[in-house]
RNA sequence: UGGGGCGUCGCCAAGUGGUAAGGCAGUGGAUUUUGAUUCCACCAUGCGGAGGUUCGAAUCCUCCCGCCCCAGCCA
């Protein structure tokens, strides 16, 4: 349970419309308990929209001392998969939210729907329609003109009893029939044009199997669902606000045990992000990435396997707010909220992506002394480390430039710099090889400033990270950049919009030791470069690293360079 | 041209008749053994537009404009 500032909010005044809305209720005494629900289809992996709504649904019955269900909308078995039950399980628990003992399904309730459904027959309020489904279609009207009533529309309580329980024991092919409430062909809203309650399908469910031929739609199974819960604030998506009349209308039709009432707030949009299952599905099954965890991918998966700290997606769901209208928030702010938590707590460590081999000319051949260093400037109680320093060490490509423009201020030929925890360092030459590229660096140090003090007090511009070329390990370092190429990529032609250069490898990186060692899979701070976290693929032999998110970088911003 | 929503700084977002919070981004500057972090300062005479009511309007009224959602036997 994410759990300190619970409390606090219950005395506090709503953050949003539906704590705005909950508060009154309980001020009214309207409920006596607050109950939620997450409802997710067991289609696809949760993304982090999909967090956007866990932390409101778990979120709100925390701050006021109700409860939230996890509940599978599981009425759709053509769609669903029990491998999605389990990820999406595991995904929420991630996120530091607990759902307890209130783990449930919509096909927990297949039974009473279906007693329920009979019920409206009986009253005249649902019928069996024989018409195919391009004669609903057609019959439906459109948004400017009223649908026609269907010639079924007005058979007998006993016709249409004796065919729904045919429907249900199954006599009929997939798409022979399907059972409609009886409200108006010529609403204004859509979704009151005898929606369709119950259709035929001849398919295998993971939980029911293949016990029932029919299943109840969305909209028949969902309020019923969140009534038999005892659910006081159904919260959905905008795109429900239009069936909210046909939610309401068979809570009142049918004997339910509970009143809920729902409310709608506008989905998560992220910029370089595209957040639609028919997106993300495509993307896994045609292999644009690698998986449903892919670190490229928004999902909650794809986030965690990329090291991103679940407080930090917490804290950016909070940050963003929740409201009705639609909008697209800056990927910069989850960003932002990734480096603040892993700037806290994250260890610090010392990795170079791109070696350059230096030579410590006046450091004496085959010795080696350990340096001290700390696992957190900001923090001591995270301790300190040791490094090994020697006559040989690679330090990064970037920090170096043999013709340097007047920003500049790592290393260059003559300049002075420090190699962070241990000395300052002039460069004296570039050996170059045949190509003219630069392959070593031949320098010296000053004993003097071991640690990285000068005694005269000198002053250098730079501290670059380092490593030794004999105590440091090999590594693949792999750098993650933005799955979209375009702010605002389109769904309908996503791949159209991939981001070429959304994974770099680094196969030649250098890491120490110590981020060898570490048994964690939290994200650790390679100084000056980013966050890193272990990667699943990762084996003693072959060591493997994500970057979770660069650091932010000024300078490179200011040269126009590599992010 | 039907119905349902939404329009406040580049991006989120408070505000619900008393004279525009906050965050992200951005821009200056200070500190710094991470060009990171931290710190300080700046950043909407203006709330989609036009009228109107009022001593006073982002908030109320009228008209207009723009954007999103709905015609699945998906959710």
Request: charged letters at 30%.
């Amino acid at each position: 349970m994410v759990s300190e500032p619970a409390v606090a909010e219950t005395v506090d005044t709503g953050r949003d419309f539906i704590r705005d809305i909950i508060q009154a209720d309980l001020a009214a005494k309207k409920y006596q308990e607050i109950v939620t629900r997450f409802p997710p289809e067991p289609n696809g992996y949760l993304h982090i929209g999909h967090a956007k709504s866990i932390a409101l649904n778990f979120g709100v019955a925390q701050e006021f001392s109700g409860r939230c269900n996890l509940r599978f909308d599981d009425t759709n078995p053509i769609k669903e998969e029990q491998e999605y039950i389990d990820s999406i399980q595991a995904d929420v628990r991630w996120l530091g939210f607990d759902w307890g003992k209130n783990l449930f399904y919509a096909s927990d309730y297949f039974d009473r729907l279906y007693e329920w459904a009979e019920g409206l027959i009986r009253a005249g309020l649902a019928y069996v329609d024989d018409q195919s489904q391009e004669e609903i279609r057609a019959n439906r009207g459109t948004l400017t003109e009223p649908g026609k009533n269907s010639p079924f529309r007005d058979r007998s309580v006993e016709e249409n009893l004796d065919l729904f329980r045919r429907m249900k024991a199954g006599e009929f092919p997939n798409g022979a029939r399907v059972l409609r409430a009886k409200i108006d062909m010529a609403s204004p809203n859509i979704n009151l044009r005898d929606p369709v309650m119950y259709r035929i399908l001849h398919a295998t469910h993971p939980r029911t199997g293949d016990t029932w031929k029919i299943y109840p739609s969305y909209d028949y199974a969902h309020g019923q669902s969140d009534a038999i819960e005892g659910i006081t604030h159904s919260i959905c998506t905008l795109e429900f606000e239009d069936h909210r009349p046909l939610y309401d209308w068979f809570i009142e039709k049918l004997p339910v045990p509970s009143q809920p009432h729902q409310y709608e707030f506008a989905r998560l949009n992220l910029t370089y992000t595209l957040l639609s299952k028919r997106v993300l599905t495509q993307l896994v099954r045609e292999g644009h990435v690698s998986g449903w965890d892919d670190p490229r991918m928004p999902t909650i998966a794809g986030l965690k396997r990329r090291g991103v700290p679940p407080a930090a997606v917490r804290e950016f769901v909070r940050r963003i707010g929740v409201a009705k209208s639609n909008s697209v928030v800056d990927v910069g702010m989850l960003e932002f909220c990734i480096r603040e938590e892993l700037n806290r707590t994250a260890l610090r460590r010392m990795a170079v992506l791109r070696p350059l081999k230096v030579v410590i000319e006046n450091y004496p051949e085959g010795q080696v002394e350990e340096l001290e260093a700390v696992n957190h400037p900001d923090d001591p109680s995270k301790g300190t480390r040791r490094i090994a320093f020697g006559r040989e060490l690679y330090i990064e490509r970037d920090d170096f430039m043999e013709n340097p423009p007047k920003k500049f201020f790592r290393l260059s030929p003559g300049s002075e710099v420090r190699l962070r925890y241990a000395y300052f360092i002039k460069c004296r030459e570039a050996i170059k090889d045949a190509s003219g590229e630069v392959v070593e660096l031949r320098c010296t140090y000053d004993p003097e400033t071991r640690g990285g003090n000068a005694p005269d007090g000198r002053k250098v511009k730079a501290t670059l990270h380092w490593l030794p070329a004999a105590q440091s390990l090999p590594a693949e370092l792999r750098i993650y950049n933005q799955l979209f190429a375009k702010p605002n990529p389109e769904a309908a032609n996503f791949a159209a919009d991939i981001n070429p250069q959304s994974l770099e490898i680094l196969r030649d990186a250098r890491i120490e030791p110590a981020i060898a060692t570490a048994n964690s899979d939290e994200a650790m701070q390679f100084e000056r470069q980013g966050y890193f976290v272990r990667d699943k693929d990762s084996t003693p032999e072959r060591l493997v690293f994500n970057r979770t998110i660069g650091l932010r970088d000024t300078f490179a911003k200011e040269v126009g360079g590599k992010g």
